[in-house]
């Protein structure tokens, strides 16, 4: 891991206050691409008793930021869509993978994908940054 990448890790893992409210863990960092993963606690569910969709999109948008954001210059949401696949009951674990497809100057395109303990697809989302000519570290 880059110093760069160490140093954005720890800003987000400092700064984010929805990756503590959640209990997110950061579970891999590199150019381009992140995985974070949280488990869904009954205070996550709607009133079906399944997990809200805010809660996965909530999970997928700090992949995004941290992958979108890892090669140094702040990077924010320009737009995203989601997809809901499978519900989610409390108790499961679940992990956004983000992989970025396209960097540019000032623009990224992201593709995010949920899945749940047994590696089912939750939810997948197509996101896209604005990159500013400032850093994040």
Do not use: W
């Not at 009954?42 to 979108?68: P, Q, Y």
């Not at 593709?111 to 990159?131: G, H, M, P, Q, W």
């Amino acid at each position: 891991m880059s110093e760069t990448v160490k140093k954005i890790k720890e800003k987000i893992e400092n700064y984010d206050m929805l990756l503590k409210l959640f209990n997110m863990k950061i579970e891999k960092l590199n150019p381009g691409y992140s995985e974070v993963s949280m488990v869904i606690k009954e205070n996550h569910t709607n009133a079906a008793g399944v997990c809200h969709g805010g809660v996965i999109f909530s999970l997928a948008d700090v992949a995004f930021a941290l992958a979108s954001n890892s090669h140094g210059n702040i990077a924010l949401a320009m737009d995203v869509s989601i997809s809901f696949i499978k519900t989610v009951k409390p108790g499961t674990e679940i992990r956004a993978i983000c992989i970025e497809k396209h960097k540019g100057k000032s623009t990224g395109q992201y593709i995010i994908e949920v899945k749940d303990d047994k590696n089912r697809l939750v939810s997948i989302l197509k996101a896209t940054a604005f990159r500013f000519d400032n850093t994040l570290v």
